[in-house]
Every structure is written in C-alpha cells, then in structure tokens.
C-alpha cells in the first residue's frame, strides 16, 4: 500500500498549489481520502477529506472556499487545490486513506485526537511566504 503526496512547493502568499495523492496497493475506490498537515511545533490536524464516490466532502473552517477536494479514481489520484495560501499554510501535507465506509467523510474521521486513518504516504513540504 502506497500513498505518495507531491506538488507542494514555495509559494508566495496569494498564490496557489496544487497537491496530488496518487495510491496504490489497494482499491482507491473503497476508500476515504483525507488531507492533513503539520506546521513545526504544532500537531497534526485534518484539513479535508472525500468520501469513497466522491459525494461527500469535508474542510476545516480555515480552508474552507480557499481549499477545493477532488477526486480521480481511474487516475488512483486524489487532489488538493489550494488557493489564496497565507504563510500560515506552510506545514507538510500529507495525505491518508480509510474505509470509513460508503459516503462517510466527516470532521469526525478527520480529527487526529479522535480518529487514525488507516493508511498515510509521506509528506510534500508547502511553504508559504510573506
């Protein structure tokens, strides 16, 4: 099982990114994809997530309407969008998979403290600057 996050880069603040997860190993199509990231010093949180078809989206109040989930399952890819970054974006952003269940993708199962998806790639490091 893999996941394999890329696209991050250095951006300037107003700028835009977008980040893709490809997978492998396993049926993508299953599966709930969820985006989280870690700023230094700080835990990791949940930032958006899609559920197995596509249906059901979630964001964190500070990404929502700057931050747009999608996915591609003929492409096994799932990606992150982001626009409008401010430097409090920089953080590595990884990636993670759940079969959570069909149609589920929530705050619930993108609460770290609460919930630990099943599967996570690497990280790709976005940093955003003033």
């Known amino acids: 099982v893999q996941l394999q996050a890329s696209g991050g880069g250095l951006v300037q603040a107003g700028g835009s990114l977008r980040l893709s997860c490809v997978t492998s190993?396993?049926?993508?199509?299953?599966?709930?994809i969820g985006w989280f990231r870690q700023a230094p010093g700080k835990e990791r949180e949940g930032l958006s997530c899609i559920s197995s078809g596509g249906r059901s989206t979630y964001y964190k109040d500070s990404v929502k309407g700057r931050f747009t989930i999608s996915r591609d399952n003929a492409k096994n890819t799932v990606y992150l969008q982001m626009n409008s970054l401010k430097p409090e974006d920089t953080a590595v952003y990884y990636c993670?998979?759940?079969?959570?269940?069909?149609?589920?993708?929530?705050?619930?199962?993108?609460?770290?403290?609460?919930?630990?998806?099943?599967?996570w790639g690497k990280g790709t490091q976005v940093t955003v600057s003033s």
């Open positions: 190993g396993f049926d993508m199509d299953y599966y709930a």
């Open positions: 993670a998979a759940d079969t959570v269940g069909p149609g589920i993708c929530n705050e619930a199962i993108m609460s770290v403290r609460d919930y630990v998806m099943q599967y």
